[in-house]
């Protein structure tokens, strides 16, 4: 079974991901119940089939159902979007993407927002001078 980066799922399979670190365990069918668009059953075991194929899933037999659950982190899936992020839309600029954060009218961060990233960015200034 070959692994793939988080960031090589389509949309649909990114939902199937989201709800599956939400609810931890689920069924075809209680992801079909959370997805949008109302996509049939077959359509989601086959996305969830795909998302086993690709190394982001597995399945426990419960009874006559499969079971699913995520065996990618949810903060390693989340690097590997961002890092996808970053490549596709701000040509590796963490500064040009951070710059178009805080200048976006649908951002409104709090002050106290605003204080823990100046935090985060001492931080990484401290720990580049350690390296």
């Given at each position: 079974m070959q692994k793939h980066e988080p960031d090589q799922l389509s949309r649909r399979e990114r939902q199937i991901?989201?709800?599956?670190?939400?609810?931890?365990?689920?069924?075809?069918?209680?992801?079909?119940?959370?997805l949008k668009g109302e996509p049939s059953y077959s359509t989601v075991r086959a996305q969830l089939r795909i998302l086993e194929e690709k190394g982001c899933v597995q399945h426990d037999e419960d009874g006559a159902k499969y079971v699913f659950r995520p065996v990618v982190g949810k903060e390693n899936a989340g690097r590997s979007a961002i890092r996808s992020l970053l490549d596709t839309f701000f040509g590796g600029s963490a500064e040009q993407m951070v710059r178009t954060?805080?200048?976006?009218?649908?951002?409104?961060?709090?002050?106290?927002?605003?204080?823990?990233?100046?935090?985060?960015?001492?931080?990484?200034r401290k720990e580049q001078g350690r390296k």
């Open positions: 991901m989201n709800i599956l670190y939400r609810l931890g365990t689920a069924s075809a069918a209680d992801v079909q119940a959370q954060l805080l200048d976006s009218e649908s951002a409104r961060l709090s002050p106290e927002e605003l204080e823990r990233l100046s935090r985060l960015v001492t931080d990484a």
